[in-house]
């Protein structure tokens, strides 16, 4: 029943969150169970966020906690798991938040899912998360970031995620420029950003240091 299942899940969770950074940082004490044996308990909290995150009957917020949790935790072992979740999860903030997180893999076999998320994906926010991620996995995918840019949805996601300090230094350094000419050229545009978008591009150009950033 709905109880088992609730069960299952913070069991599944807790597995992710304590035994992972047990395993990466190959920790051990007098009680813990083999690191064979942690690998197994592993695997099936993997399991059981497959059963999560591939039910479509699923609540958004287990959803996105159990995404939250794998892709913060999570080894390569989830990342086809991540991968579908980012393309076809029924929920943006779900797919937003694996976008956000995938980029700390820096793992070659994301490239094609990350490029496409940030291409094709319907919810501009998850397009650009992809798009920050994509370009700390392959700097070589700079030419999307131009695409993303010309679109005056994606540059206003951009401009509302870089005001994050957090989310700016995700960003490799050798953009930068690139995002800074793009907001000086949009700020100006006022029958084209409303005083949000314009306040965000305002705080973005100055957490990037731009000496063209105008008081907000």
Same mark, same amino acid.
């Given at each position: ?18 035994? #992972?950074?047990? /395993?990466?940082?190959?920790? &051990? %004490? +007098?009680?813990?169970?083999? *690191?064979d044996? $942690?690998?197994?308990? @592993? ?17 958004e ?14 080894d ?7 991968? #579908?979740t980012? /393309?076809?999860?029924p929920f &943006? %903030? +779900?797919?937003?938040?694996? *976008?956000?997180? $995938?980029g700390?893999y @820096?793992?070659?076999?994301l490239v ?5 998320a940030a ?22 995918q700079?030419?999307?970031l ?8 994606t ?14 230094? @995700? ?6 420029p ?14 084209v ?10 705080k ?13």
């Open positions: 029943g709905r109880s088992v299942k609730r069960l299952t899940f913070a069991v599944a969770l807790t597995s992710l969150v304590v035994l #992972t950074p047990a /395993l990466a940082l190959g920790q &051990a %004490s +007098v009680s813990a169970p083999p *690191a044996a $942690l690998r197994a308990l @592993q695997l099936e909290a993997l399991r059981v966020a497959g059963g999560v995150l591939l039910d479509a009957s699923r609540e917020a287990d959803r996105l906690n159990m995404a939250t949790v794998l892709v913060r935790v999570g390569r072992t989830a990342l086809p798991l991540l991968t #579908t980012l /393309l076809h999860d &943006a %903030s +779900v797919r937003r938040v694996v *976008a956000e997180g $995938l700390r @820096q793992a070659p076999e094609f899912s990350l490029r496409e291409l094709t994906g319907p919810i501009d926010s998850v397009r650009w998360a992809s798009l920050v991620s994509l370009l700390q996995t392959d700097p070589g700079g030419d999307i131009d695409v993303l840019l010309a679109n005056r949805n540059l206003s996601a951009a401009a509302l995620s870089l005001q994050d300090s957090a989310v700016l230094a @995700q960003l490799p350094a050798a953009f930068h690139v995002v800074e000419a793009a907001f000086l050229s949009a700020f100006p545009q006022a029958d950003y409303n005083n949000v978008e314009r306040s965000a591009i305002a973005s150009l100055a957490a990037l240091g731009s000496e063209g950033a105008v008081p907000v």
